[in-house]
């Protein structure tokens, strides 16, 4: 598959956001390294690479196979946006019941059993099944989305104002 690159642009009243794509993906490269994928140093040794997904299916698979499950079923009468918010609210319930009494719980799940981690596989699964058909359903194309919903990211937190902070944008100053 040859690489599709192209700039990615979002124009608001504070001005325009330009960056590149390759194949729909952002390129990003993590502060102080100038390598993709890397950790920067931290006490003098580069942290592990982070958890990345497989490439295969993407969203657009998972939308055709979840429309294709559907129709099989003619549930399309039942799957409207409204209905699909409710069960993907009751899945996110589903996700939330998973972490309850656990109090904080650490990247990768240490302590949990192959068949809790089953099951949050399950639930997570769930949630962007119906997240991707309601997407769907409402004629939001999703990935084009999240790629203007970072851009205003980048826009409303600034790396130089808010490293290393929580505080939402509206409580900093300019």
């Not at 559907?70 to 399309?76: A, C, L, V």
């Not at 997570?124 to 790629?147: F, G, T």
Request: hydrophobic residues 35%.
């Amino acid at each position: 598959m040859a690489e599709q690159r192209k700039e990615i642009e979002d124009v608001r009243s504070n001005g325009t956001v330009k960056f590149n794509c390759t194949n729909g993906v952002p390129e990003t490269s993590h502060p102080g390294t100038g390598e993709q994928g890397i950790r920067p140093v931290q006490n003098g040794l580069k942290a592990p690479q982070r958890f990345t997904f497989s490439a295969e299916p993407t969203m657009e698979d998972i939308r055709r196979l979840q429309a294709e499950f559907t129709d099989e079923r003619d549930w399309n009468q039942f799957h409207q946006p409204r209905n699909l918010l409710l069960a993907l609210v009751g899945e996110v319930g589903e996700v939330s019941e998973l972490f309850q009494w656990r109090g904080e719980v650490a990247e990768g799940l240490p302590g949990w059993t192959e068949r809790e981690r089953e099951q949050l596989a399950h639930e997570l699964s769930d949630v962007l099944i119906y997240l991707l058909e309601l997407a769907e359903k409402c004629h939001v194309d999703l990935p084009q989305e999240v790629l203007r919903k970072m851009a205003l990211n980048r826009l409303k937190y600034p790396a130089s104002k808010v490293h290393g902070s929580a505080k939402k944008y509206t409580e900093y100053q300019d």
